[in-house]
């Protein structure tokens, strides 16, 4: 289950470290935050996911890197690939296969996803079909007028089709998700820094 949540997501791609004088250019408004938690919703027991971070990167730049499906694999761990099967209006029906990994098992992982576009705002995600029991999420932007960049806040809820240990479970989605969103914001200000630079 190792780097699970990479595969789940629809923003996923290699991540390329970012050069140092990017890094300087581009300074992170404030510290990646993540928060995972087991809950119980109608009997079934699932992982809640909260992460947020921020880019000096305006909303519509975030919304461009967000939204570009196909490119995902490029920057996301795990992810093999990432593609559109259909879009129709602000509904776009997206394919991911990636590889989860626990311990010294790799197991393949395909997934089926509608995203629900709300144009520089939001995008809501919601399983088809693949290898989850139940998968949603939330990708939130909130732009911080003082210093034209945005807030971006990650939200989820899942149950892998799979066994999953607990506890440890917790652990190693809360590293997934913390690569994810790293890969993400790196992403986000490398390409920041290109067209300011």
Known sequence: MKRLF??????????????????????????????VKRIEVDGQ???????????LAPPASVWKTLTTYERMSEFVPDLNSCRVLSRN?????IEQQGMARFLFINH??????????????????????????????????YPVPETG???IVFS???????????????????????RMMAAVLARI????AEKSS
Not at 13 to 35: F, H, I, Y
Not at 46 to 55: F, I, Q
Not at 189 to 192: L, V
Request: charged residues 20%.
């Open 6 to 35: 990479l595969c789940l997501l629809v923003l996923c791609t290699v991540v390329t470290p970012v050069p140092a004088s990017a890094q300087a250019q581009t300074p992170r408004l404030d510290k990646l935050k993540v928060d």
């Open 45 to 55: 027991r699932m992982y809640e996911v909260d992460a947020s971070g921020s880019v």
């Open 89 to 93: 209006g602000n509904e776009v029906i």
């Open 108 to 141: 393949p992982i395909h997934l089926v996803v509608r995203a629900m576009e709300t144009p520089q705002t939001a995008i809501d995600i919601a399983l088809i079909s693949g290898d989850m029991r139940h998968y949603e999420s939330r990708w939130n932007l």
């Open 149 to 151: 960049g945005t807030r």
């Open 156 to 178: 989820s809820r899942l149950i892998p089709g799979f066994y999953v240990p607990g506890m440890l479970g917790m652990a190693m989605i809360r590293g997934d998700i913390e």
């Open 189 to 192: 200000d490398s390409q920041h």
